[in-house]
């Protein structure tokens, strides 16, 4: 299984739409090289994203 995918094949596998993948990586500073994201990084990176909203007061 490929571990470094375009932002339309992320997309399809994290179920969100392509340009909220690029918008998320930005956000999160994960790299987009050669037009491919690594996918362990950026779902690490999300759960952490998530957990820290989570911890914010609303």
Same mark, same amino acid.
């Given at each position: ?8 094949? %992320?997309?399809?596998?994290? &179920? ?7 918008? !998320? ?7 987009? %090289?050669?037009?491919?994201? &690594? ?7 999300? !759960? ?11």
């Amino acid at each position: 299984m490929a571990n470094h995918l375009t932002p339309t094949e %992320l997309a399809d596998e994290v &179920d969100m739409k392509r340009q909220e993948v690029i918008a !998320r990586c930005v956000q999160m500073g994960v790299p987009i %090289l050669h037009g491919r994201i &690594d996918k362990t990084l950026f779902q690490s990176s999300l !759960r952490q994203l998530t957990k820290q909203a989570e911890r914010r007061p609303a």
